[in-house]
């Protein structure tokens, strides 16, 4: 199991909402749909922070102020057909509703990156929907 630690950043807007990226890959038993929180693997020559704000200008094209880490959350899950042990620094962010367009740096984030949207906390908590981390309504009530 790989050792891996992410930034991701719960992005609002001025409405309250968070952003959520939908997400679509292949594993050994079909296609895995979910939605998750902007962010990614955190560079060996890079803090928390600079990652977070880093992930959030390649895949949103955003510049914007980011604070924390407000928490951290350890999961593990299979991520480019290996299983990861994985440490998350979670930032939060906010931006005009019309600012994120979804971009990639990576072929493999352009491949697996389909969709952005606005959630509301009810919209997260009736969804039938995939969505990462699991207590996101939660934590955006906090």
């Known amino acids: 199991m790989r050792a891996r630690r992410t930034a991701r950043v719960m992005l609002f807007d001025p409405a309250g909402r968070v952003l959520l990226i939908r997400c679509a890959v292949m594993r050994a038993d079909g296609e895995f749909v979910f939605w998750l929180t902007p962010g990614g693997e955190i560079e060996a020559d890079e803090t928390p922070l600079q990652a977070a704000v880093r992930e959030l200008r390649e895949e949103l094209g955003l510049e914007v102020a980011v604070v924390g880490p407000i928490y951290t959350e350890a999961t593990q899950f299979e991520h480019q057909g290996e299983m990861r042990d994985n440490l ?44 990462f981390p699991v207590d996101l309504a939660a934590r955006m009530r906090s």
């Open 88 to 131: 998350d620094f979670v930032f939060t962010a906010r931006c005009a509703a019309d600012a994120p367009a979804l971009r990639g740096v990576t072929a493999d984030e352009i491949e697996i990156m389909k969709e952005i949207r606005w959630w509301t906390t009810a919209e997260i908590e009736a969804s039938a929907e995939r969505i």
